[in-house]
Each structure stands twice: as C-alpha cells, then as structure tokens.
C-alpha cells in the first residue's frame, strides 16, 4: 500500500531533478551572465560547483531569468543606518 504514494513521488522527484538539470545546463551556459555580472567570465569549474543549487531552485531562476535582472537594493538595517550616520551620509 505504500508503494501507491511512494512510486508516483520518486517519479515526482526525478522529474523535478531531470527538469533542474536540463535547466541547469542552458542557464549555466546563458542565463547566469545576465542575471549576475560578478559571474561573466567566471570559468567553468565556477559553473560546475553551482550547478547543485541552480537545478535545486530552477523555478526561482526561471522566474529571474524571465524577468530579467532588478536593481538591487542596498539593505537597510540599524547598523548600515548609523554607520551612514556617521560617515554623514544621512538616512
């Protein structure tokens, strides 16, 4: 009886797997130098190592990758707030 919700899963999760890496592959190869400038030029042993976490979360790059790259904003906290301060920068 198990085997009725343990096989359709394990197919679930390969799917998912197989998906991320095929992913992985083209947004290592085209994707990620658009939607990180740090990682133009960076070499293939850089793509090798992350490629686990690229086709762990392909859905949220897929998502990033359509939408394109968005400024970025500098976070905002009590120390970067009072270090402004002090450099007199203001709020």
Known sequence: MPELIAIPLIW???AYAAGGVVFGVLFL?????RLDPVARGAGV?????ILPG???FWPLLLARWLTGPRARREERNPHRDSARRAAGGGS
Do not use: H, K, Q, S
């Open 12 to 14: 679930v999760v390969a």
């Open 29 to 33: 190869a085209r994707g990620v130098d």
């Open 45 to 49: 042993g850089f793509r090798l190592i």
């Open 54 to 56: 690229v086709a762990a």
